[in-house]
């Protein structure tokens, strides 16, 4: 990460930077093709004035990176979402910094919370596996209706719905402090098998949306995965 990137607590004074991250949210999805929980800039500004997100920035204010933080189930889970960074500085190791400090903070703030993530992309889930986070089945996240509700502008909801929500086109990702294990192996198996993983969830996407063409129903599986390759095996 370039040196002089600031990475911490966002707070009330930051919310002048909110528009700027929402339009890159939106036009990074848009760049990516793929599916996001759309958030408005007054969303984003409560969430820095509730000190619930991290932010990355340069001395000059120049605006770097941010993250949010989601409570659901009155506190029994975390969600560490809207993940950004700007596109020219970009993997340089800022988002793994924001992750760091934004699992930190989830931590500190709700220390018995489960924490988790959905995500389409590779980056995300090598930090994720790096901070400790298993892959799992969709049924063993938040049920809270508020929380899917936020799944409806993303472009992929019919096929969400069309599953049950037990599956989509996101890879549900989760730390549980009770049931803790040393990241390491994870991560390294992760970091040796990452091309395969990425071919999987390529075929797992496929297979959703030759599904939901043909209009099938379909099961997306209720137990816990063993590992990795199990996990994309289980669609
Ligand atoms: C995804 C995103 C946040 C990554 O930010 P970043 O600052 O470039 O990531 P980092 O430099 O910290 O890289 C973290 C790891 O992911 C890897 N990585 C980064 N971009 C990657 C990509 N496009 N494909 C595969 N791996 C990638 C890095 O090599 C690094 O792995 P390593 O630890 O093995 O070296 C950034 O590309 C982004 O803002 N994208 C658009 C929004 C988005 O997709 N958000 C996630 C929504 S869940």
Known sequence: MESNIIVRVANGGDTHYAQTITDEMESSAKARGTGI????????????????????????????????????????????????????????????????????????????AKIFGLTTGLAVMKINSDLGYEPVTYSELTDDEEFWAGCKSCVNYDILMSKDRKNCMCTAMLYDPKDHYEPKETSEEFKQNSKLYERFMKIKQSKLLTIFRKKESGNGGAAKPKSLFHYFFSF
């Not at 975390?78 to 699992?103: D, H, W």
Request: hydrophobic share 35%; aromatic share 12%.
């Open 37 to 112: 929980a759309k958030r408005s800039p007054e969303y984003v500004a409560k969430k820095m004035e509730e000190g619930k997100a991290v932010i990355a920035v340069l001395p000059d204010g120049t605006w770097v990176g941010f993250c949010y933080i989601e409570v659901w189930g009155h506190e029994e889970f975390v969600a560490n979402s809207g993940l950004i960074v700007s596109p020219e500085y970009r993997k340089t190791g800022v988002a793994k910094q924001i992750k760091q400090t934004i699992f930190n903070l989830s931590r500190e703030r709700y220390p018995e």
